[in-house]
């Protein structure tokens, strides 16, 4: 009998301890106003960054009008390691040449030149007055990328951009006739830094002549130049403008032809 007590009292004490294990941690008297309330573990979102893709896009949201100029720089040396900017612009666009030639003065003081004399059946496509825009090597351009960059880099953005004034005009006249086209245009001249040159493409070649006492170049092209066949390129007397001539691979257009179109060109 004394063994059996002895298992019982036992057998209770485990079961005392066993509840006492199971119990809830804090817990409170039955009847305490201080009762815990049970919560729901609430899960917590990190934000994620916008991608460059993203915030590029977010940039060219609105579409340019005519006459904008802007200029975006990726402050990222992943997706811009040569910390190149980007420029886009939306040109003038006319089916005028009076309408153009209003515009290209209210922008720069200049007149547009136009053929007087045009081989037959060519009819006026469109006039398209575009900006110049610096070149990837000038001062010009590295000065806008160091302060476009600074101001990325002041404002902490990964991706900035912002307005260039339009300064300078090039002028692009295209001319039609059963899908040949003769396209001329015009430019402010513009003098390479020393060390650079103009590489001349495979299958090119030069020829040197003279329109109305100033030197051009005439060149036919190779493989490497899309639909264009020969082009002449010209200055103007005081050097101030510089001109080019282009036709496309179908044209009939011989030299001559084309130095009499040059030879015709008057102010409009």
């Known amino acids: 009998m004394i063994i059996k007590k002895s ?71 992943k997706s811009n390691p040569d910390e190149t900017l980007s420029i886009s612009y939306m040109p003038y666009r006319f089916s005028s040449t009076n309408e153009a030639a209003q515009k290209l003065s209210s922008l720069s003081g200049k007149s547009l030149l136009i053929p007087a004399s045009l ?79 103009l590489a001349q493409l495979p299958g090119d070649q030069d020829e040197n002549s003279t329109i109305n006492g100033v030197e051009s170049v005439y060149t036919v092209f190779g493989p490497h130049h899309g639909d264009l066949k020969v082009q002449l390129v010209w200055s103007s007397v005081d050097g101030g403008t510089d001109y080019k001539l282009t036709s496309t691979k179908n044209t009939a257009q011989t030299k001559a032809e084309l130095e009499a179109i040059v030879t015709s060109l008057i102010a409009q």
């Open 119 to 197: 081989p037959e059946d060519y009819k006026l496509q469109d006039v398209v007055l575009n900006p110049v825009l610096p070149m990837f090597f000038s001062t010009e351009y590295k000065a806008l990328r160091d302060q476009i960059k600074a101001k990325a880099q002041a404002a902490g953005k990964k991706v900035i951009s912002q307005s260039l004034k339009w300064s300078e005009t090039e002028t692009s006249i295209t001319y039609l006739r059963n899908g040949e086209r003769v396209i001329l245009k015009s430019a402010p001249a513009y003098t390479l830094p020393e060390g650079v040159t």
């Open 7 to 77: 298992a019982a009292i036992t057998a209770l004490s485990l079961i005392v301890l066993m509840s006492a294990v199971s119990g809830t941690a804090g817990a409170v008297p039955a009847g305490s106003k201080n009762k815990s309330k049970a919560t729901v573990p609430v899960e917590q979102n990190t934000p994620v960054s916008p991608t460059i893709e993203a915030l590029i896009a977010k940039e060219n949201a609105v579409p340019l009008k005519a006459g904008e100029i802007k200029i975006l720089y990726v402050n990222d040396k």
